[in-house]
C-alpha cells in the first residue's frame, strides 16, 4: 500500500492542478474535526462569491480514505465546472411550497419526534432540517454515483485507495439510517427514501467493482431494494449519452421516482 499511496498522492496532485485550470480557480486544502460524520464536501468558488474553492476532509481519516476524498471532490468541481461552462448548473432552492407539500407527505408520521417537540415553534425547524437532508442526499446520490464512477475509469492508479474509501463511505451510509434511535424517530417516508438512495449507491459500487465490494445484503431487510435498482438503472441508462449538466436531469429523475419532485426546485445558478 505505501507505494500506492505514493503514487495515489502525486495523482491526486496532479488532479489538483488539472481542476485549477478548468475552473481557473485557485484550490486550498482544509480539514473537518475528526468528531463528526462528515467525510468530505467542497466549497465552490463562484458560490461563495471568492477567487478559490475550498476542499474540506475529515481530519480522522486514513491516508487512503483522504487520497480517495479529496479526488472525489476534486471531480465535483470538475462536473460544477463543465455545467457552468456551457449554463447549465444548477442549485437547490426551497419555496413555502416546496416546504408545505414535503411537510404535508410526512405529517402522519411525526408522532414520535412530537412527543420531544410539542410546541410547532420547536418541531417546525427540526422537521425542515429533516426535509433539507434528505433532499441534500437526493442531490449527492447521482453526483456520487458519477463521480465514482469516472475516478474508477480514468484513474486506475487510484483504484486502491478509492476502494478503501468507497467502504468507508458505504459503512458511514449503512449506519444512518440503520441507527436504533433513527428508527425510533425518524418519519417512515424519510427513512425509506434514505435507505432508498443509500442502497442505489451500493448498488453502484457493487456493479462498479464487479462484486469485490458487496454491501447489499443489510438493505435487503428494509424492502428498499426494488426502487433502489430503478434508481440504479435510471443512472445507467442517463450514463450512456451523458453531457455536461445532465447529471441535474439524474437528480430529477430520482427525485420523480422517490417522490420528493415536490420537496425542492432546481433552477438555474445565476453564480
Not at 35 to 53: F, G, M, P, Q, V
Not at 218 to 236: C, D, H, I, R, T
Amino acid at each position: 500500500m505505501d507505494n500506492d499511496l505514493k503514487i495515489a498522492t502525486a495523482t491526486v496532485a496532479e488532479l489538483k492542478q488539472k481542476v485549477e485550470r478548468i475552473s481557473n480557480c485557485a484550490i486550498r486544502y482544509e480539514s473537518i474535526p475528526a468528531n463528526t460524520d462528515l467525510i468530505s464536501t467542497t466549497e465552490i468558488a463562484w458560490k461563495r462569491k471568492r477567487t478559490y474553492h475550498v476542499v474540506k476532509v475529515n481530519e480522522g481519516l486514513g491516508m487512503p480514505e483522504q487520497l480517495h476524498s479529496r479526488a472525489h471532490e476534486l471531480y465535483h468541481i470538475i462536473l460544477e465546472s463543465e455545467a457552468r461552462s456551457i449554463g447549465r448548473n444548477q442549485q437547490v432552492v426551497f419555496s413555502n411550497e416546496n416546504h408545505l407539500r414535503a411537510v404535508e407527505s410526512i405529517a402522519g408520521e411525526l408522532g414520535p419526534l412530537s412527543k420531544i417537540y410539542p410546541a410547532m415553534e420547536d418541531l417546525g425547524p427540526v422537521v425542515q432540517r429533516l426535509v433539507e437532508d434528505t433532499v441534500s442526499i437526493l442531490y449527492d446520490t447521482p453526483l456520487d454515483i458519477i463521480i465514482e464512477d469516472m475516478l474508477r475509469q480514468k484513474h486506475p492508479d487510484l483504484n486502491s485507495v478509492q476502494k478503501v474509501g468507497e467502504i468507508h463511505a458505504l459503512k458511514v451510509n449503512f449506519q444512518s439510517v440503520s441507527d436504533p434511535v433513527a428508527e425510533q424517530l425518524l418519519p417512515p417516508k424519510i427513512l425509506n427514501i434514505q435507505r432508498q438512495l443509500h442502497a442505489s449507491y451500493a448498488l453502484s459500487a457493487e456493479h462498479r467493482w464487479n462484486g469485490e465490494i458487496n454491501v447489499i445484503g443489510p438493505y435487503n431487510s428494509y424492502g428498499v431494494m426494488q426502487l433502489a435498482e430503478q434508481l440504479f438503472e435510471s443512472w445507467k441508462i442517463r450514463e450512456i449519452s451523458r453531457a455536461p449538466g445532465d447529471e441535474y436531469v439524474l437528480i430529477m429523475d430520482f427525485a420523480v421516482q422517490l417522490g420528493m419532485d415536490g420537496w425542492f426546485t432546481l433552477q438555474d445558478d445565476p453564480t
